[in-house]
T-cell receptor, first 115, second 114 residues
Framework: KAGVTQTPRYLIKTRGQQVTLSCSPI?????VSWYQQTPGQGLQFLFE???????NKGNFPGRFSGRQFSNSRSEMNVSTLELGDSALYLC??????????????FGPGTRLLVL | GENVEQHPSTLSVQEGDSAVIKCTYS??????FPWYKQELGKGPQLIID?????GEKKDQRIAVTLNKTAKHFSLHITETQPEDSAVYFC?????????????FGQGTTLQVKP
């Protein structure tokens, strides 16, 4: 099976712009989670989507949003970019959520640089 | 709140030695504990995981132990090889959320010297 894919892999934006990142989960996986990774804060949970519904959200401002499509692909959007949004954004997918299906598989990430 | 502490932050061993990384979690209801390995320029790769109804799990040179009473879990790598050099993250799923949320430790940079 193909793994989790994320596009684009690298992105450079300027402050105030907005950005959309895309994630395609492993075939058959229905849950997609997003994380932000920075040297200072480490890996932090952004949100999770399952069956096109956001089921959980981390402690990030409303500028960070996401959605999931009927084919389980997901996008996240960051509006009004700030310098501190520079990070590696990781997407992870999980199988259908019954007990014991918490295992998450990560994609390679999108590295965002805000200038 | 939900928190995972990981130690040490850096670890240097000679090839062939063992390496141990320890984590402590705060949510006593946590029931799933994965370990990830992240190499430069790549996303985290799941290497082993353990659930709260199991005390120990082994996969070749890698083992994980869980002490629910002390809220500790550890990663053990035996016969280390240079290709084991990477950043390792422990994580815990807070049971209360019951959704795809992992709380990660700060990471351990493991260097295996040939």
């Amino acid at each position: 099976k193909a793994g989790v894919t994320q596009t684009p892999r690298y992105l450079i934006k300027t402050r105030g712009q907005q950005v959309t990142l895309s994630c395609s989960p492993i075939s058959g996986h229905r849950s997609v989670s997003w994380y932000q990774q920075t040297p200072g804060q480490g890996l932090q949970f952004l949100f999770e989507y399952f069956s096109e519904t956001q089921r959980n959200k981390g402690n990030f401002p409303g500028r960070f949003s996401g959605r999931q499509f009927s084919n389980s692909r997901s996008e996240m959007n960051v509006s009004t970019l700030e310098l501190g949004d520079s990070a590696l954004y990781l997407c992870a997918s999980s199988p259908y959520r019954v007990i014991g299906s918490e295992t998450q598989y990560f994609g390679p990430g999108t590295r965002l640089l805000v200038l | 709140g939900e928190n995972v502490e990981q130690h040490p932050s850096t670890l240097s061993v000679q090839e062939g030695d063992s390496a141990v990384i320890k984590c402590t979690y705060s949510d006593s209801a946590s029931n799933y504990f994965p370990w990830y390995k992240q190499e430069l320029g790549k996303g985290p790769q799941l290497i082993i995981d353990i659930r709260s109804n199991v005390g120990e799990k082994k996969d070749q040179r890698i083992a994980v132990t869980l002490n629910k009473t002390a809220k500790h879990f550890s990663l053990h790598i035996t016969e280390t090889q240079p290709e084991d050099s990477a950043v390792y993250f422990c994580a815990a799923t807070p049971f209360s959320s019951n959704t795809g949320k992992l709380i990660f430790g700060q990471g351990t940079t493991l260097q295996v010297k040939p």
